[in-house]
């Protein structure tokens, strides 16, 4: 409450100090999960046999499975700032040949971008974090460091078509669809489609979508929470899949969300190498 209200040291600190410690909170309540159903099974074998007393084995059962759940915890906050690579290749049919060969990259961050030039430019959609308020100022901010926000738009750069949505109208499926009808994309020509929540494919391949880049799942970002999102989102929760005539990638992004953790997935940058063959494909 006090971050998106205040942006001073004190509010920013106090935050830190309470992400990290919701991302311990949940490894120790998994501990103590572990614990009750372990003592479960020892009293539950006591009903067959002699079960030990509580106080004979208890101390032990704490010791260790919270301190599985520390290390657990630390290893998470290191993963998390553990920055990878990851490589894929794609095909779009109907690709122009100046595109064929050439790399993009896919990611969650802004102010890095200050110091490159790409060749054919920097877009960008906002994700729901950016819209949990007024979003003008922060897009202001975002245009600002020489970023091209798509709102609701597409642009076509040598011949390719680079179509987003902003969260505000891409999360309701109605309002998605209309702003993807008002791009007027060209079915004779392979589109990209920046939009953050991987949701709505038929819409989007029904529209010429050749390859629709999201976000959001974080893959589930910190263990077991990765089963939560994956029963959510099924096989698009994460990684490169297949949507009829449309490929789907999904990156678990570059950041976290609360706790600085990662436990069981990874912080990554994509690079999307545009294969000059017909099949898709990952490196």
């Not at 089963?227 to 994460?238: D, E, K, L, Q, T």
């Amino acid at each position: 409450m006090l971050v998106w209200r205040y942006t001073h040291f004190f509010a920013w600190g106090f935050y830190r100090l309470a992400a990290i410690w919701l991302g311990c909170l949940s490894c120790f309540f998994w501990a103590s999960v572990v614990c009750w159903a372990l003592h479960a099974a020892v009293q539950l074998y006591g009903l067959f046999g002699s079960a030990p007393r509580a106080g004979d084995y208890g101390r032990g059962l704490l010791l260790a499975t919270f301190a599985v759940a520390a290390l657990a915890a630390a290893v998470a906050f290191v993963n998390a700032a553990w920055l990878r690579v990851t490589e894929i290749s794609v095909a779009l049919p109907g690709l122009p040949d100046s595109w064929k060969g050439r790399t993009a990259v896919l990611v969650r961050m802004a102010s890095a971008w200050k110091e490159f030039s790409p060749t054919h430019g920097i877009y960008y959609v906002t994700g729901n974090h950016e819209e949990f308020s007024d979003r003008t100022k922060y897009l202001s901010a975002i245009e600002g460091a020489g970023i091209r926000v798509l709102r609701n738009e597409k642009v076509v750069v040598s011949g390719l078509q680079i179509a987003g949505v902003l969260y505000g109208e891409g999360h309701q499926r109605e309002a998605f669809s209309q702003a993807l009808q008002r791009m007027n994309l060209e079915r004779a020509r392979p589109a990209i489609l920046l939009s953050h929540v991987p949701q709505y494919y038929d819409v989007a391949e029904q529209a010429g979508i050749s390859l629709k880049l999201s976000g959001h799942t974080h893959n589930g970002q910190v263990f077991p929470w990765n089963w939560v999102a994956r029963r959510v989102h099924g096989r698009f929760v994460y990684g490169l899949n297949e949507f009829k005539r449309m490929l789907v990638y999904t990156t678990s992004g570059a950041g976290t969300w609360g706790p600085p953790m990662r436990l069981a997935t990874r912080a990554e940058v994509v690079l999307i190498r545009f294969a000059d063959n017909q099949l898709p494909g990952k490196l």
